[in-house]
Nanobody, 118 residues
Framework: QVQLQESGPGLVKPSLTLSLTCTVSGVSITSNLYAWSWIRQPPGKGLEWMGVIAYDGSTYYASSLESRISISRDTSKNQFSLQLSSVAPEDTAVYYC??????????WGQGTQVTVSS
């Protein structure tokens, strides 16, 4: 059973960097079965795909976030992480990590609320 769990601060001040970690269990993040994404949902809006890290460590980002986003991994802990710099109130959202295979998301974390406010 694949499980994902997000962790990180729930409140970030404007202009600072948002950092979240997703801990994966049940499968290695280096397995070529899945790719590992960050997705967010601002209040009252739809889901927004932010970026992905593949089993080989390669990364791909949404063009709208490319200048501010970084996704990395710690294979020794079976974790992957999100960093989003220069945050603003518009970055307030529920942030999810998810595993995808064949273009569909089979597993999701429960989501974590991040509020950007001074």
């Amino acid at each position: 059973q694949v499980q994902l769990q997000e962790s990180g601060p729930g409140l970030v001040k404007p202009s600072l960097t948002l950092s979240l970690t997703c801990t994966v269990s049940g499968v290695s993040i280096t397995s070529n079965l899945y790719a590992w994404s960050w997705i967010r949902q601002p209040p009252g809006k739809g889901l927004e795909w932010m970026g992905v890290i593949a089993y080989d460590g390669s990364t791909y980002y949404a063009s709208s976030l490319e200048s501010r986003i970084s996704i990395s991994r710690d294979t020794s802990k079976n974790q992957f992480s999100l960093q989003l710099s220069s945050v603003a109130p518009e970055d307030t959202a529920v942030y999810y990590c998810a595993a995808s295979s064949g273009g569909s998301y089979g597993y999701w974390g429960q989501g974590t609320q991040v509020t950007v406010s001074s």
